[in-house]
């Protein structure tokens, strides 16, 4: 009977060990300084679109609430920025999305979006050889709708977006950036053709220079 308890009683022990284990690896504090200095990223995604949402008025065949499937398309993320010691960072970032569209209603094309951001990032630096970062970021966003029979539309928007992600270092001057990008916009209007909500999930991974 003694035996057992003992080792009834060993499994709350294992788990304050597991608890102050984790509060170690995840409160830790940092073990190497971020590098100060400006950078360069360079970074590829693949972009899965939610459903264009009609909300202005197209034709008579496609009425406002439709809703227009895009296809998943790839894209890039370039950005130049600046690393404070403080685990902030800001940066101008320029990206490009796209993909195709096509509706039950006729209303097929492809769409675009061009934006400039500043985005600030902050990173948590608990590790040696990796950092998780989040950052948000506005500026302005350029969308092109090529509809078929109907020519190119163009519009100009405020934009918005959310990014996680991991900086996994190779070198004090090279990093690996893996991460996921959530980017949305006000309404485009495609020169009284139509208007829709547009928003976007990205994964990406690319490359950060240190300078």
Avoid: C, W
């Avoid at 190497?32 to 360079?42: D, F, K, M, S």
């Avoid at 951001?117 to 950052?135: A, D, M």
Wanted: zero cysteines.
């Amino acid at each position: 009977m003694k035996h057992f308890n003992s080792k009834h009683r060993q499994k709350p022990a294992f788990r304050k060990v597991l608890i102050f284990t984790m509060a170690l690896f995840f409160l830790a504090p940092p073990v190497h300084a971020l590098t100060e200095g400006p950078y360069l990223t360079l970074t590829g995604s693949i972009d899965m679109h939610d459903d264009l949402a009609i909300a202005g008025k197209v034709d008579s065949s496609v009425p406002t609430g439709t809703s227009v499937g895009v296809k998943t398309g790839a894209g890039f993320n370039h950005s130049i920025g600046y690393q404070f010691k403080n685990s902030f960072s800001t940066e101008l970032e320029f990206s490009y999305k796209g993909g195709d569209f096509d509706s039950s209603e006729g209303l097929s094309g492809n769409i675009n979006s061009k934006s400039f951001l500043v985005n600030g990032i902050y990173s948590f630096n608990i590790r040696e050889y990796y950092t998780p970062y989040i950052g948000y970021g506005m500026g302005f966003a350029f969308h092109e709708a090529k509809i078929q029979d109907k020519g190119n539309r163009e519009d100009m928007t405020i934009a918005y977006q959310l990014k996680m992600g991991v900086d996994i270092e190779f070198s004090r001057k090279l990093s690996l950036l893996v991460g996921y990008r959530y980017f949305t916009s006000n309404n485009p209007k495609f020169n009284g053709y139509f208007s829709a909500e547009t928003a976007s999930h990205s994964i990406e991974a690319g490359l950060k220079f240190h300078f």
